[in-house]
């Protein structure tokens, strides 16, 4: 009897009896491939009292029932265990993790956060920069994690670098400050990096930004501000 090349179902025979165990098995194959669902990858051994359809990626070093099948997607079926040994680019979500993986064809990985940006303009595109706090103020919509901040102008500063604090709830999340050099237009050239100091925006929280130091002998125009990351 042949099988299928990708979920190894079994072909029916021209003359096979009891034709519906085989249409059966894959079928309760089919029910849990369409979208595997599974319950945990980090335990090594079959669960005490599990239930029908329940689905795991066995740990290593898998034992018992599990033994050889590490990696595979076990799925309990009709009192037995079951196992499909995924193909590259197969996917399923972690119940316990919550979080999406892919089998790369010798790992499960998470997918990476997508990666999000807010940019703020904190003036207009032609009038002088002056110095202030608050300058622009907004809230957050979700939890957030920032992995980056950037700081850019219409009009360089010169005489003097553009610096600019970010701050959530009136605290700085900055342990360095964003800064522009003089005649520059963007922080990404800056002879200092900025340092982040507290990335993780919670909800609802005010984003304000400051401006601490402006071009001495020219100020800067068209400040803009990005914060960049995913949520949370």
Same mark, same amino acid.
């Given at each position: ?145 920032? @992995?980056?901040?950037?700081? &850019?102008? *219409?009009?360089?500063?010169?005489? %003097?670098?553009? !610096?600019? /604090? $970010?701050?959530?709830? =009136? ?20 002879? @200092?990096?900025?340092?982040? &100091?507290? *990335?993780?925006?919670?909800?609802? %929280?005010?984003? !304000?930004? /400051? $401006?601490?130091?402006? =071009? ?17």
């Amino acid at each position: 009897m042949s099988n299928s090349a990708n979920l190894g179902f079994a072909y029916l025979e021209a003359s096979q009896a009891q034709k519906h165990v085989t249409v059966n098995e894959a079928l309760r194959l089919i029910d849990a491939a369409l979208q595997f669902s599974v319950i945990d990858r980090d335990l090594t051994g079959p669960p005490g009292s599990p239930s029908e359809g329940d689905q795991y990626i066995p740990a290593a070093t898998a034992t018992g029932d599990w033994a050889t099948f590490e990696d595979d997607i076990a799925i309990y079926v009709d009192g037995g265990w079951q196992f499909l040994a995924p193909q590259e680019g197969w996917r399923a979500w972690l119940r316990d993790e919550d979080i999406e993986v892919h089998w790369t064809g010798s790992a499960w990985i998470e997918y990476p956060a997508q990666k999000e940006t807010f940019v703020i303009a904190c003036s207009d595109e032609t009038t002088d920069l002056a110095t202030g706090t608050g300058v622009a103020s907004f809230r957050m919509p979700y939890p957030f994690t920032v @992995t980056e901040v950037r700081a &850019s102008v *219409a009009t360089a500063p010169t005489g %003097a670098a553009l !610096t600019v /604090d $970010i701050n959530e709830g =009136g605290t700085s999340i900055l342990s360095t400050k964003l800064t522009i050099d003089a005649s520059e237009k963007t922080s990404e050239s800056a002879a @200092t990096p900025p340092v982040i &100091s507290d *990335a993780s925006l919670a909800d609802d %929280a005010e984003i !304000t930004i /400051d $401006i601490d130091q402006i =071009g001495s002998t020219v100020a800067g125009a068209g400040l803009k501000v990005t914060l960049i990351g995913n949520r949370s």
